[in-house]
């Protein structure tokens, strides 16, 4: 089934490793992405009536899933915190790819970052459960992203009900 998507990620950093992911994706047949966007559509919402957040709401709108491409510095954007907050409160399915050794073509590998999942959490049995212990976290690399990425989309997409 095709799936609308919504990656979540760290523009300046990773943008070039996302675009590796983003087009394994988008060559496959009957898949379906959110429209890639760059840093000056991201630069002319700041500058609109309701800015970045009211954008995000545009692109979340009809996606099924939230998959959040995460590098070195993603654990610490605000707007990418955002993201996931809305993707929880929406009810999408939600899961986690550490793209840290995707090779940036002028840049190489990166160092590992912390899992923006690691971030929010519930109140379950009056302790935290953090979003990591709730949703799947997968590594690009070691877990073939290219061959798997759309059987995790799709089982975030079914555990979440869509």
């Known amino acids: 089934m095709a799936r609308k998507v919504f990656f979540s990620f760290h523009y300046a950093r990773d943008v070039r490793r ?3 992911v983003r087009n394994s994706w988008v060559v496959r047949p009957n898949s379906e ?6 840093a000056a559509e991201f630069e002319e919402a700041k ?3 309701g800015g970045i957040e009211k954008w ?7 996606t099924s899933v939230t998959v ?9 954007r605000e707007w990418v915190r955002h993201e996931i907050k809305r993707s929880y409160e929406l009810k999408k399915g939600i899961l986690a790819i550490d793209i840290h050794r995707i090779k940036d073509p002028q840049l190489g590998a990166d160092v590992q970052g912390k899992n923006p999942l690691d971030y ?9 459960v953090p979003f990591s212990s709730l949703y ?12 798997n990425m759309s059987a995790w989309i799709e089982a975030a997409a079914v555990a979440a009900g869509r």
């Open 56 to 62: 995000i709401e545009e692109q979340l709108k009809g």
């Open 68 to 76: 959040v491409l995460f590098g070195a510095e993603t654990y610490d």
């Open 18 to 20: 996302v675009v590796q």
């Open 33 to 38: 992405a959110q429209p890639f966007y760059d």
């Open 120 to 128: 929010w959490h519930i109140e379950q049995n009056g302790r935290k």
């Open 136 to 147: 799947s976290t997968y590594d690009w690399v070691n877990d073939d992203g290219y061959a």
């Open 47 to 49: 500058k609109r009536a």
